[in-house]
């Protein structure tokens, strides 16, 4: 058949196999609909012909899609010696059937849509392929409407010893995959990046493309479509909601440039994360996030990229908190090569300035590059996630160009 079976797709199946109801939860391109609803379908329906099966995805178009893969398969040379290749009376884009021992209403294979009609028509297998999608979970309009059709329509067509497997990837927090797992039923969820950071499918998607695939595509969508993370769209502080984005290199011309540093407290090699933040304000008020750094750098790695980044970009000023050491670095930097620093005196802790800050993305007054995934990753976790170095420096870079005079600024 043509197919190369992974250790972890082996274990989809048995998954299936052992847990009549289940979720099966897997990133986007590692062969879900391959292994768990076509093979798994036929391997179904060769050891059982007369088995009623119904395949579901979010538009009918896509059903008769998966529908074709499992017929093309059924007609080929390998399985057609098992089962005699020999088509039912109904062979259509949305119902095929195999020779089979009883007389049932219902086809070997049904293809349908979400939220499609399933009148008086009863199931042993029922597969939910994919049928979530952005626009019926964009609202909680829409995901009500699936759930209810998931529930009054769908489930009821499952006759009592059946099976239903619903397999896909995650879109949002309260979608009907978690509500179902959240319901027990048993659940298998599988990320592209595994806690150490190596990849399920090294030979297909290496640590170094999912890299990729996340700055392009921005961390909300990547951790949804390749880690089963939905957390992303709903942050404690930061909603993604409130988010606006520009392309990499769509920002206006003529912007008054500015930046702000987020220091590493330590002079060791092993210091805290240094961030650094650059922003740039339009004629309109429109703040635009020109980039965003976060790394473990001495102090005179520190003082070298600043003096890097101002060469570039020439902001009018690059605000520096106030602490012993920070204004070291900046009189550092002030005799290296005369920059425009500023000292940042603000006594309120970093929840408060963070929601100073969430207020302008409330405002849509903020926009962010959408590669920059680390940094919305950063904003999204907020205050709870691994760092917040990035918050800080972007904090302070959106006061600066907003001109708040509500903490302290003075030159060195």
């Keep these: 058949m043509g197919v190369e079976l992974k250790p972890f797709h082996l274990e989809w199946l048995a998954f299936q196999d052992a847990n009549p109801r289940s979720v099966l939860l897997a990133p986007r391109g590692h062969g879900k609909t391959t292994v768990a609803d076509v093979l798994y379908v036929l391997w179904r329906v060769l050891n059982d012909?007369?088995?009623?099966?119904?395949?579901?995805?979010n538009t009918?178009?896509?059903?008769?899609?998966?529908l074709r893969e499992t017929a093309?398969?059924?007609?080929?040379?390998?399985l057609s010696r098992v089962w005699g290749g020999r088509k039912g009376a109904r062979w259509t884009e949305t119902e095929i059937e195999v020779p089979r021992r009883r007389v049932a209403k219902e086809p070997t294979i049904t293809a349908a849509g979400t939220g499609g009609a399933i009148i008086s028509r009863h199931y042993d297998l029922i597969v939910c392929d994919d049928v979530l999608d952005e626009e019926n979970t964009v609202s909680a309009a829409q995901r009500e409407k699936v759930r209810t059709w998931f529930f009054k329509t769908l489930l009821?067509?499952?006759?009592?010893?059946g099976e239903i497997h619903v397999i896909g990837t995650r879109w949002h927090y309260a979608d009907l995959y978690g509500e179902l797992m959240e319901a027990g039923w048993p659940a298998r969820v599988d990320r592209a990046l595994q806690e150490d950071g190596s990849a399920l499918w090294p030979e297909r998607f290496d640590a170094a493309s999912l890299a990729a695939i996340r700055r392009q595509a921005g961390a909300r969508i990547f951790n949804c479509q390749y880690q089963n993370d939905p957390s992303g769209y709903e942050?404690?502080?930061?909603?993604?909601?409130?988010?606006?984005?520009y392309e990499p290199?769509?920002?206006?011309?003529?912007?008054?440039?500015?930046?702000?540093?987020?220091?590493?407290?330590?002079?060791?090699?092993?210091?805290?994360?240094?961030?650094?933040?650059?922003?740039?304000l339009d004629a309109e008020g429109d703040i635009y996030v020109l980039e965003s750094f976060r790394d473990r750098l001495t102090f005179n790695g520190q003082v070298e990229y600043i003096i890097s980044r101002a060469a570039l970009h020439s902001p009018l000023r690059i605000g520096i908190e106030a602490t012993a050491y920070q204004q070291a670095l900046a009189q550092?930097?002030?005799?290296?090569?005369?920059?425009?620093?500023?000292?940042?005196?603000?006594?309120?802790?970093?929840?408060t300035?963070?929601?100073?800050?969430?207020?302008?993305?409330?405002?849509?007054?903020?926009?962010?590059?959408?590669?920059?995934?680390?940094?919305?990753?950063?904003?999204?976790?907020?205050?709870?996630?691994?760092?917040d170095d990035q918050v800080d420096a972007l904090g302070y870079a959106v006061e600066l160009a907003a001109g708040y005079k509500d903490f302290v600024v003075r030159n060195f």
């Design 49 to 57: 012909p007369d088995a009623r099966v119904l395949v579901v995805s």
């Design 60 to 66: 009918l178009q896509q059903a008769k899609a998966f």
């Design 72 to 78: 093309g398969h059924l007609l080929g040379p390998e």
């Design 156 to 161: 009821p067509c499952l006759e009592p010893d």
């Design 235 to 245: 942050g404690a502080v930061f909603k993604y909601r409130d988010f606006r984005f």
């Design 249 to 280: 290199g769509g920002e206006p011309e003529g912007l008054q440039v500015f930046a702000a540093a987020d220091l590493a407290i330590s002079r060791s090699e092993s210091a805290d994360y240094f961030a650094f933040v650059v922003v740039g």
């Design 332 to 351: 550092e930097l002030a005799r290296r090569a005369a920059l425009p620093v500023v000292e940042i005196r603000d006594t309120r802790d970093k929840v």
């Design 353 to 387: 300035r963070a929601w100073k800050l969430a207020a302008h993305f409330e405002t849509g007054r903020v926009l962010l590059r959408r590669d920059a995934a680390e940094l919305q990753e950063e904003l999204l976790q907020f205050p709870h996630g691994p760092h």
